[in-house]
């Protein structure tokens, strides 16, 4: 069963929100969050990459960068730029982008249920990315970025979820890049029991995107545990910030691509070798992207193709039939030499949301060639998580993303 619970939520005023509402901090480089913050200087990006308040000179990783997002936040909230909920409660939060809609819950998930395995992950996190969420979560003593988790459609959920949207909404705001935020606030008794009972009747839960910041809150909860050795579990810093979306609505993008050199092959010499491994045609369709699983779209002289992995180099194995993995064993590994895609600097990664022009550019820029792939599905994520396996590194790709500072989830309460 899982344990997701209600909390007072610290949240933008109503005038506020959609300034402060910012895109997660790990989507910027530090140039371009020094000029997001520049063009909307309330956005909660500068605490959460608090260096743009720096010259560049800064450290980004130094005390006083943590320490500078932690009296900011404070600060706003002291002038009322933030309110605080005087009861716990469950908030709905909609995320509308080009026609689709997604539902999730925001709530606080259990450190427990994630080291028990209750709370699924498919991804292993790196030590030195988790360090820096760490210091930010631990000094501010908040957590200001939402874990997405995914759960498998619940009937109970959605009859509450559809009854609430009826009523009046708390925050309706459109980001600059075109997706439509709406929150409702789920504060009756009634409403609040059913919505904790549906999720504990639930088995797992799945880290669908955020496994970096879900392993830092965990690990600042467990620091606190340490630093308060006669917890009782009912304290804040036993949770951690999510919100909940049910299976049926989530999509995941596409996760590009793109190669750097052809490992001391001619272009034509290595289409031989690709015609030898896939099933190859020219692509003469305007959509580049590939239709079907078992297939992906290559970028190459400026030529498009469709390459078809053959049916006797599929697998049932949940993580060896990931179209991602199809590409790197029989392909990526054996005939360019790419045998660690997270180390290796001849192979980069672009997500779907740019789509396939941006492959293009790329090859005319500094790759060699490019491929499109199909998007690994919800299902396939549940299964890899299921089996207790790990995805290859960039499989997914989220859209549209969560934005931090319209839900913090205050430690010290």
Sequence with gaps: MAEIRPFACVRPCREKAAKIAALPYDVYNRKEAKEEVLREPESFLKIDRAETQFDDSVDIYAPEVYQKAHDMLWDM????DFIRDKKSCYYIYELTMNGRTQTGITACASIDDYENNVIKKHENTRAEKELDRIRHVDICDAQTGPIFLAYRDNAA?????????????????????GIRHRVWVIGEAGDI???R??????????????????ASAVKVGEKRRNEHPGY?????????????????????????????????????AFLQKIKEIFEVSELIAKDKHPQEKGTFSMYLKERWYTCKVRPEDQSEDPVKGLDVS????????PVLGITDPKTDPRI?????????????????????????MYPTSIGELFAVADAGLLMPPKSTWFEPKLRSGLFIHLLNE
């Design 232 to 268: 009782t579990g009912e304290e804040e810093f036993n949770f951690f910030l999510s919100v909940l979306f049910p299976e049926s609505e989530l999509k995941i993008l596409d996760y590009n691509r793109v190669v750097k050199d052809l490992n001391g092959m001619t272009e034509d």
């Design 157 to 177: 959920i959605t009859a509450i979820v559809n009854k609430i949207k009826t009523q009046d909404v708390e925050y309706d705001f459109t980001s600059p890049d």
């Design 348 to 372: 980069d990664f672009v997500g779907g949301i740019r789509g396939t022009k941006e492959l293009e550019k790329r090859c005319h820029e500094d790759a060699k060639a490019a491929f499109a």
């Design 197 to 214: 009972k549906a999720f504990a009747d639930i088995d797992q839960l799945y880290i669908a995107d955020g496994h970096h910041r879900a």
């Design 77 to 80: 909230i002291a002038k009322g």
């Design 193 to 195: 029991a059913a919505i």
């Design 326 to 333: 199809l590409l790197q064993n029989l392909m990526l590994t």
